[in-house]
């Protein structure tokens, strides 16, 4: 019996002495606000205090805190009072995964040091992993909780308030993702996964394991009821839930056990034999090799291809061109949340509550892997502790699906960081080349571009990636003639899906560091040359969609003054240099439909009920959604009460990707407040300017003096509890691209400009970032404040991209081999907020999630080349690759 | 989930006599901060598990030389008042993981975990760090250059303990620097890094000692450099660094963090930083 005080109140638990405190903690006692990111002391998420020092509970043996005190997310100090309101505050929760682990270790510094400043601050904070904010928001609310003090947040929750998130308040206590939630008697299920990244295996006799104390079922791909192949586009399904034999990437799923809940979880001894094959594991190996899937020759899942004009004529006409090649690595979500869920069965529907980015597509893959219909499968999606595009992919939910399908028992599953890295997609690894040209006043003239892209064993997002290229490859500038083509290419590799920005971060490295070297031949200044370049109203795309809202001019125009002070602070200083890329990213899927729904109503005690099924994975769509509705509806905010997202309780709202959600179920949310505004204004007898006001369950409506007043509880109420509602769906009008990639293939594109400043190390090829300053055009800022996460987060990214982050199979499959940025790696982030509102987006609103991340890489690229004349080709720039480039290596 | 509770092989003698006579008996995994074992461990630490958290080894003694408890955590180092000569131990210590693994992880714990990258070690290479290690048997000492022989692998016998790091008083002379180089600003595992000692006289180097970690299977000092920084003026001591001195007592490989080719270049730089800083 261990004893100790938890959070000042003394319990005693049994637990075997070496148990991490952080299992302890969660699976014995309940507490489950303590997070578990990696179970190796690499990300922080599981920090807790320990007689009031800071340690990693993954690290600590049960044992150890035998007589001592504990405080967790779940206690109350006045450091952690404090520092929840000031979180709450500053935006620096997002997903809110990190946020017990950062709140505790910002809580031991204020007790060893009341008034921190930022460097003490990010001293202190190190240790713990942050995916989604990128760290300024943090350290500047460590910083004002020391100082007491912070600007309150606007009252009203209308379009254009920086209000706090409306699900702050969880995230700052400790909010449930995916593992924090199981039924009682929960089967414990884990997967055994292929150890190769090609091979033939043979799953030998099961009896005696299943025998085995414990060992509840063991399923294979035999053992799947319905299709044993999906795909985020469906006509590409092709990618088994469970393997049949040969698995084609490590870490690939091929059975499944599930466990009693008070067993030991041990695979060990599982009978399966492995024989290793030959693996291809570069798109040049593929091209050339044995086929993965029969029916993709070349290994070709797709290509791409955007032909306008004549792109080799252009050139050839051309003042200036240049060429240039750009390779990039797989990249890892790197999310502090593992996937995590688990399942149960309401009466004869599967019920399964997972983190996720995509409720609605987990409900059909599921529902057609495991045979079911869809009205038989209901997805709950938990707090998602980040995403960035890896859970839009179905990952646990057909797994622990099918065990409790088949069981008839609840189950739960949790990723190890491991399994999370090894199954789960990646950022795709390109291989880009071609040709820009400009004519003698510096106008482009024409452009070729050629990429091949590693997409790994299965389609996922493979597609989208090919198509997405070509189409964005020019870059927000005006390109007459160009012929692009990306090829999506399978291996033997980690499947690569969705990852902020869906390929187009790749191609921007390729077009904006060319760019700069086209602006050089022109003579002309390179902020310039994009100023002369960049898209206008009633231009045409390299797709010929002719534009509207285009934000790029003034996104640059705006950086210009910032664009001149860091090159005249840079002159003259050793190391020294200034870059500068842009961006366009058009907003929904790619001239396909995606409509949204939503639904509003009035229950009879006076809340305004949002059905808003946009998942919210950290981004903030709960909250801005709710404030499109409030605006729209014109009641205020906080007579709100938001459900779901929740496959049996909300409309569909579509993936939370592509940078829809604000503009594609934001327009949905509008249009379904306004519906329900209308019937109340027809009750009212009431004109379009009447003003609403809600007082208990009595509704008013002030129409030019006359009030009408309606009671609520006197109404009746609908199936779902509603006396009054509306719903509402919108679908964003595209136009199919056609064989040469000419449409128009989105409603909406965001626009946006970085300039990065930076300081190289010359001798040891290390960068350190002094500021980035980064213009968005977002249409209008639905909630300021968090889009100034979105940017500092997608900015975070962009710098690991840029300097460090390079997955290897094999080889970086865990949070310290793998490097992801920390506190330091991100330097002050200045955030231009441009709002050129486009027509088509509620109230002229764009989408920003992963615009925001595409600029910063090529800025940085950039930025190098201007300090040192080094022209780096291939990312990450780790140091040894600068320093080579750099002439600095044998 | 997990409420078997199969009886633990686990121990947390009181004493150091007890814990010597339980690790005689058996092999037991030795636990002390836990920072090394837990990642190692899969999804949980299985034993026998020898927790030496009951025994008074986080003690720092001053008197001849320094002597370090065995399980000291590195926070406990970082915060102690210790001379110039041991800056770059200290330094170090805020290096090792981020804070939560400086307030667990332990010197002697860093040691017997034998990483080529082990961040405590150059700056101890530098101070000619000594290990105590007991057992049953009695008591020895081991310096601490003969005590790690490769990675992962140390001179600890079965059934001894690394009760002590111990400095000579001789060591404690001069000022020291650690240098870390990695990709990433915290919880970074070092590309190359390097600890100099210098003592200076009248305005010239009296003795150096400069050591360099990641760039061999384990942590090595450079006696080619040492040599030509002795009796070298402060202000030429950075010159008498040579690429070749510094290079030749390395044997990088190539990893995911680097190439060879580029820890033998960035060493030679890393040295002359940390001379002169330690000059500084």
Known sequence: ?890 | MNSGLSVPDYARPQSMTEALRLLAECGWRVLAGGTDLYPGAGTRLTGPVLDLGGLALSRIETGEGLRIGGATPWAAIAEADLPLACRALQQAARQVGGRQVQVAGTIGGNLCNASPAADGVPPLLALEAEVELVSVAGRRRLALRDFLLGPRRTALKPGEILAAVVIPEAALAGRSTFVKLGARSHLVISIAMVAARLVVEGGQVRGASVAVGSCSPVAVRLPAVEAALAGASVAEAVDRVTAADVQAALSPIDDVRATADYRRVAAVELVRRAVAEALA
Request: aromatic fraction near 4%.
């Open chain 1, 1 to 890: 019996m261990i004893r100790f005080a938890l959070n000042g109140v003394m319990v005693a638990v049994e637990a075997p002495p070496t148990e991490r405190l952080s299992l302890m903690l969660r699976e014995r006692l309940g507490k489950v606000g303590t997070k578990v990111g990696c179970d190796a002391g690499d990300c922080g998420a599981c920090t807790v205090l320990l007689d009031g020092a800071a340690v990693c509970a993954c690290l600590t043996p049960a044992a150890r805190v035998e007589g001592r005190a504990v405080t967790t997310v779940e206690g109350e100090t006045p450091e952690l009072t404090l520092l929840r309101a000031s979180f709450h505050a500053h935006g620096a929760a997002q997903c809110g995964i990190c946020t017990p682990g950062m709140l505790l270790a910002a809580a031991e510094l204020l007790t060893r040091n009341a008034r921190p400043s930022e460097t003490e601050v990010e001293q202190a904070l190190g240790g713990v992993l942050c995916r989604c904010t990128g760290y300024r928001s943090i350290i500047a609310a460590v910083v004002a909780a020391g100082e007491g003090a912070w600007p309150e947040a606007p009252v009203s929750g209308a379009v254009g308030a920086a209000i706090p998130r409306v699900d702050g308040a969880a995230k700052v206590a400790g909010d449930r993702f995916g593992a924090d939630d199981w039924p009682e008697g929960a089967l414990v299920v884990r997967a055994v996964r292929s150890p190769h990244p090609h091979a033939v295996f043979a799953i030998g006799d099961l009896t005696a394991f299943r025998a085995r104390p414990g060992v509840v079922a063991v399923f294979t791909a035999a053992d799947i009821p319905g299709r044993n192949a999906f795909s985020v586009i469906p006509p590409f399904a092709d990618q088994p839930a469970i393997a049949a034999s040969p698995a084609r990437f490590q870490g690939e799923c091929v059975a499944l056990v599930a466990f009693e809940p008070d067993a030991e979880p041990d695979l060990t001894g599982f009978p399966i034999s492995w024989t290793p094959v030959p693996a291809l594991s570069t798109p040049e190996e593929a091209e050339a090799g044995d086929l993965l899937h029969p029916n993709r020759p070349g290994n070709l899942l797709i290509e791409g291809r955007v032909v306008k004009g004549d792109a080799t004529a252009a050139l050839a006409g051309s003042a200036h061109v240049v060429e240039g090649a750009m390779t990039t690595a797989f990249v890892e979500h790197a999310y502090i949340e593992p996937e995590a869920g688990s399942a149960w069965m309401e009466g004869e529907t599967l019920a399964i509550r997972a983190c996720t980015q995509a409720p609605g597509m987990d409900r059909e893959d599921t529902a057609a892997i495991l045979g079911l219909p869809l009205d038989r499968v209901r997805i709950i999606p938990s707090a998602t502790g980040g995403g960035f595009g890896s859970k839009l992919d179905i990952s646990l939910q057909p797994l622990i699906g099918l065990v409790t399908l088949k069981t008839g028992r609840p189950s739960r599953m949790v990723y190890s960081r491991h399994e999370s890295m090894t199954s789960t997609t990646k950022r795709h690894p390109a291989e880009m080349r071609g040709r820009i040209g400009c004519d003698s006043q510096g106008r482009i003239t024409g452009m070729e571009f050629e990429g091949r892209f590693n997409t790994g064993a299965y389609s996922s997002w493979g597609p989208t990636v090919a198509n997405r290229v070509p189409v964005h490859v020019s870059g927000p500038y005006l390109t007459p003639h160009i012929t692009a083509k990306a090829r999506a290419i399978h291996t033997h590799g980690p499947v690569s899906g969705a990852f902020r920005g869906f390929g187009v971060p790749q191609g921007a490295l390729w077009q904006e560091t060319l760019y700069d070297r086209l602006a050089e031949k022109a003579g002309i200044d390179r902020l310039e040359f994009r100023l002369r370049n960049a898209l206008c109203d009633g231009d045409a795309s390299a797709t010929g969609q002719v534009l509207q809202a285009t934000g790029i001019h003034d996104c640059l125009l705006a950086l210009q003054p910032h664009w001149t002070r860091a090159l005249a602070e840079a002159k003259g200083q050793r190391g020294r240099g200034v870059g500068v890329a842009s961006c366009w990213y058009g907003c929904g899927n790619t001239a396909l439909p995606n409509p949204s729904t939503i639904r509003i109503g009035l229950s009879p005690a006076g809340e305004v009920v949002l059905h808003q099924g946009a998942t919210d994975i950290g981004q903030g769509s709960n909250t801005v959604i709710a404030q499109i509705a409030a605006e729209a509806l014109g009641l205020p905010l906080a007579a709100f009460r938001l459900v779901g997202p929740d496959t049996g309780l909300t409309p569909d709202a579509g993936k939370t990707s592509a940078s829809r959600q604000t503009f594609v179920t934001g327009r949905a949310a509008k249009a379904a407040a306004e519906g329900l505004r209308a019937e109340i204004l027809r009750r009212a007898n009431a004109g379009e300017g009447a003003v609403l006001s809600l007082e208990g369950a009595t509704l008013s409506v002030c129409d030019r003096g006359a009030s009408t007043r309606i009671d609520l509880a006197a109404l009746p109420t609908d199936t779902r509890g509603h006396v009054l509602s509306a719903e509402a769906s919108y679908d964003p009008p595209t136009a199919p691209l056609d064989a040469n990639g000419q449409g128009s293939p989105y409603a909406v594109y965001g626009y946006g400009a970085q300039v990065v400043e930076l300081e190289v190390d010359k001798a040891l090829g290390t960068v350190r970032l002094v500021k980035i300053t980064a213009a968005h055009d977002l249409g209008r800022a639905i909630n300021p404040m968090l889009a100034r996460g979105q940017i500092e987060g997608g900015i975070a990214q962009g710098i690991g991209m840029a300097l460090m982050e390079e997955y290897l199979p094999g080889r970086t499959e865990n949070l310290h081999d793998y490097l992801i940025p920390t506190f330091g790696d991100v330097p002050p982030i200045e955030s231009l907020l441009i709002e050129v509102p486009d027509p088509e987006g509620p109230y002229g609103a764009k989408g920003l999630g992963e615009h925001v991340l595409i600029p910063t890489a090529p800025a940085i690229l950039n930025a190098i080349r201007h300090a040192t004349g080094a022209e780096i080709t291939r990312v990450p720039a780790l140091p040894h690759r600068l320093l080579d480039a750099l002439g600095g290596l044998p």
